[in-house]
């Protein structure tokens, strides 16, 4: 029997593409193993070594390089160079080009993109919504206070779903937090235009300050409406005093609030360590799968995907290059922030079946099958998002405990 041409050419394509796995897998290992030795060099101050690896890493890794591993160790050298040039001044004299500032023009940007790409933000805006839903069913009046607002990007969904009830509620309220006072302004606008359009009654409230500045009289909560408190990624920006008493402090003011309902999203991950070897080892891992979750979706020359990267090299190099108040991402599992909410008198709601299933809904409109869900715990008490079998991000519901430790009001999931 002849040879089929078309055979040879197959066989020649699967070499060529198991070689190129080969070599980006081998330039990986590389890439991690000077990366090790870099942290190394610097648990014994060996000033020289640290220059040679750091050299070599930024020679070998670029935030245009052709891999996801060769990116994100790009970005996580620089953040190692930016710490030298904090610790040894005189020694380290680099210059990078981005700003470290909270403030971002290009973050709006970004998380819209992110957004387009990844089931990331849907996850947390969805799973949060379908809790809020269940915690405002019935109720006249709500008022939801997001403590980072941004662009709003969670709440039209919400609008629509409370517009679409037999009994929508009278009056929507939101209070937006921030510290860009034009965004805020825009957000409203945006979030009055959407309800106008659907009948729904609104009122957007913006308050201009710092997470911990904010105060309980600038939230205008009102008599008999029904209060729930939005908080994504915002815990973990409370533990950099080092003894909790800022987030105590927060803590204490969700429950001067009275809320029905405390929606709770962190990353998934132990990025809070005082050790700096843990701390990178464990963010490594952490934003490799990030990485690579987004390399997944987008070409190698996007724009959208660089953009999208950046927003998260900021996160790399604030655990990484920063310190003391200046580290403010500082990421803990579920399990650490359940046993500091019990201690400050909130329970756990847990997650029901619809906010499971809604979520595997939504991942099976992505091509990519490496995203999953999994409950916490054996009482399903929080939802999380995971890329292969690494834990990205958790969603949770807390209820305030009464005086006599039964939780409050809104129903447990059935």
């Known amino acids: 029997m002849a040879p089929n041409p078309g055979e040879g050419t197959t066989s020649s394509i699967l070499v060529a593409h198991a070689e190129d796995d080969q070599q980006v897998e081998q330039h990986g290992f590389e890439l991690v193993s000077l990366l090790m030795g870099c942290l190394e060099a610097i648990s014994s101050r060996n ?11 930024g020679g ?15 970005y996580f050298t620089e953040a190692l ?12 004299h680099i210059t990078l080009p981005r700003e470290l500032d909270r403030a971002d023009d290009d973050m709006g940007t970004a998380l819209r993109l992110l957004n387009q790409i990844s089931p990331i933000p849907k996850f947390l805006h969805f799973t949060a919504n379908e809790i ?39 009056h929507v309220r939101i209070t937006g937090i921030g510290e860009s006072k034009q965004e805020l302004v825009e957000t409203g606008e945006r979030l009055g235009g959407f309800a106008e359009a659907l009948n729904l009654p609104f009122e957007f409230h913006p308050v201009v ?5 904010v105060r309980l009289w600038m939230l205008h909560i009102k008599e008999r409406e029904s209060v729930a408190v939005n908080c994504i990624f915002q815990m973990h920006k409370t533990l950099y005093d080092g003894n909790s008493t800022t987030l105590r402090d927060f803590l204490g003011l969700i429950r001067s609030t009275n809320p029905t309902v405390v929606i709770m999203a962190e ?33 190698l020359d996007s724009l959208m995907r660089m953009k999208i990267e950046e927003m998260f090299a900021r996160e790399i190099r604030n655990i990484v290059a920063c310190e003391g108040s200046d580290r403010f991402e500082r990421h803990e599992t579920f399990s650490k922030w359940r046993s500091s909410m019990e201690q400050a008198g909130f329970r756990c709601l847990g997650i029901s079946e619809r906010e499971i299933f809604q979520s595997q809904m939504l991942l099976k409109m992505y091509s990519s099958e490496s995203y999953n869900v999994e409950t916490k715990g054996e009482d399903s008490a929080a939802l999380t998002l995971r890329w292969l079998d690494q834990p990205l991000y958790t969603v949770s519901a807390w209820a305030l405990l009464d005086v006599a430790g039964s939780s409050s009001s809104f129903s447990q999931p059935s």
Do not use: M
Request: proline fraction near 6%; glycine fraction near 2%.
């Open 47 to 57: 000033v020289a070594i640290i220059s040679h690896f750091i050299s070599k890493l």
């Open 60 to 74: 070998l890794a670029s935030p245009a390089g052709s891999s996801p591993i060769s990116r994100v160790i790009a």
């Open 267 to 299: 990353q998934e991950a132990e990025h809070n360590e005082a050790n700096l070897d843990k701390r990178v080892c464990n963010s490594l891992k952490y934003y490799s799968a990030i990485f690579d979750s987004i390399d997944s979706s987008l070409p």
């Open 209 to 213: 300050d710092r997470l911990e500045d």
């Open 132 to 170: 809020l839903l269940r915690a405002f069913e019935g109720k006249e009046r709500v008022h939801i206070i997001d403590f980072d607002i941004k662009q709003g990007l969670q709440w039209p969904s919400l609008f629509q779903s409370l517009a679409s009830r037999n009994n929508p509620p009278s």
């Open 81 to 92: 160079a930016l710490r030298f040039t904090r610790v040894w001044p005189h020694v380290f």
